[in-house]
């Protein structure tokens, strides 16, 4: 293997990075939409 | 949702809080200790390392600098590395690290090597890391005909 | 707090805020909705623009991830010290949840900075973490938020409740000029930060789109985040008005 700054092998990075991104934005959103729902819920409770 | 499971979900997320707060204390601790104490000034350039003399002989140190032209031997067979590191300001110290560098490695570049100083001159790395400069160029003509441009902001980096 | 209106502090309006209805808040898809272009685009862009940089080749893509993530973290930080300062200064409620909201977004988008600096950083410097300032800095930034959140999970009393986190998001806010300048006041492996003269105009593009996207994200993220909590909060008063009002054990 030579010593030269060439680098190699960069794609495993850098889907890596894109794909924990959007795991990332996806779980924040369901988590999002979770807490939204149950507020909705406890909303739309009928008075006893 | 009857009182006691309520109860019970009140209690088990106490529980986890609690647990966070303690894991971060626990982070702070490690932060305080074995993070920030030695690491604000987190290399020595080569010049501040000889200038230590004794005081920084066989203790485990960084060094940080840049590669100096033509100086990088390497033996793929065993994977031996030697290469020397400059302040830009006159002082090289010879660096000896075993095992590939990171690709990046190359000569003209910067990096921190993590080791101890020898008593023969020779600094013994453990741990070698390329430090980038803030350039992002895209390898056209214009920018290959201006390597002092990246040699500069790295020295003043590496200066400050 | 005096703003915290308990049901039982206005005895007048309890049997009529128990048949209330709660008027449900507004989605803004519009914003999701930009978000998500942008987000998409932003990334289609970044990687039709961008020619392998001369020294990191195709890892330079991170960088419209990692740096947008640590911007629109310092954003969100920016929003918790103006509402932590409400918060204390005009008791504040509505203040409150929204420094909850900030901080959970910039607490997610520091832990994202975090570990895209360590992808980004393995196969670049040689190590996923070493302990320099900026990463260091970053770290405490990212606890201290975690505690944020951890003590607001285990404080019942709305009103110390608020206070505590104000307390806590000021300290952590001030911890965002630190990071941001560790490089410059320290020697660090991370670089200094760049600026449109050290980054070509190309990757400039890219970040700079990729940069709006994350901010459109986290606008949606917090106002959604905010909306909810308003919206729980007008349940749970329901609740309790309810509960005073008919003795009812729904009290949840």
Do not use: C
Not at chain 2, 21 to 44: D, K, P
Not at chain 2, 61 to 77: E, F, I
Not at chain 2, 81 to 103: C, M, N
Request: hydrophobic letters at 50%; a positive charge; glycine letters at 8%.
């Amino acid at each position: 293997m030579p010593v030269d700054g060439r680098v190699t092998g960069e794609w495993p990075y850098v889907i890596a990075s894109y794909v924990v991104t959007w795991v990332v934005f996806a779980a924040y959103a369901f988590h999002t939409w979770r807490a939204w729902s149950e507020a909705a819920r406890s909303a739309d409770r009928p008075e006893p | 949702m009857t009182p006691s499971t309520a109860a019970q979900n009140a209690r088990s997320r106490k529980v986890i809080a609690i647990a966070t707060v303690v894991l971060m204390l626990g982070g702070f601790g490690y932060l305080a200790y074995g993070g920030i104490g030695e690491n604000i000034v987190y290399f020595l350039t080569p010049g501040e390392l000889v200038k230590k003399g004794e005081k920084a002989v066989e203790r485990p140190v960084r060094l940080g600098g840049q590669v100096v032209d033509g100086s990088v031997v390497w033996n793929a067979q065993n994977l031996d590395l030697r290469f020397k590191v400059t302040d830009g300001q006159g002082t090289e110290v010879l660096v000896h690290s075993r095992g590939a560098p990171p690709q990046m490695f190359r000569a003209g570049i910067g990096v921190v090597v993590e080791g101890k100083y020898g008593r023969d001159g020779v600094f013994q790395s453990d741990n070698l890391m390329v430090k980038h400069s803030n350039e992002y160029r895209a390898p056209d003509a214009e920018a290959m005909k201006h390597p002092e441009r990246l040699n500069k902001t790295l020295m003043r980096e590496s200066r400050s | 707090m005096s703003s915290v209106t308990m049901p039982e502090s206005r005895p007048d309006r309890g049997a009529a805020a128990a048949a209330e209805p709660i008027a449900r808040p507004k989605v803004p898809w519009w914003l999701v909705g930009l978000a998500f272009g942008t987000l998409v685009s932003g990334q289609v862009v970044g990687f039709l623009t961008s020619e392998p940089d001369r020294d990191m080749g195709h890892l330079q893509k991170i960088m419209y991830v990692h740096v947008p993530a640590a911007w629109a973290s310092f954003i969100a930080f920016f929003i918790v010290f103006w509402a932590s300062v409400t918060v204390l200064w005009k008791r504040n409620e509505r203040a409150d949840l929204l420094n909850a909201a900030a901080a959970e977004a910039g607490a997610v988008l520091t832990g994202l900075t975090l570990v895209l600096g360590s992808i980004w950083g393995r196969p670049t410097w040689g190590v996923w973490w070493t302990w320099d300032a900026r990463l260091t800095s970053t770290a405490v930034l990212f606890l201290v938020f975690v505690g944020f959140l951890a003590l607001r999970a285990l404080t019942d009393d709305p009103e110390r409740r608020a206070r505590w986190s104000a307390a806590v998001g000021i300290l952590g806010a001030l911890n965002v000029p630190i990071v941001y300048m560790s490089v410059k006041w320290w020697r660090t492996l991370h670089q200094l930060q760049s600026s449109p003269s050290t980054v070509d105009a190309d990757y400039v593009l890219g970040l700079r789109w990729n940069a709006f996207a994350f901010a459109f994200a986290l606008a949606a993220f917090v106002t959604i985040r905010y909306r909810t909590a308003l919206f729980a909060l007008a349940a749970d008063r329901r609740a309790e008005a309810r509960a005073l009002a008919g003795g009812s054990t729904d009290a949840r």
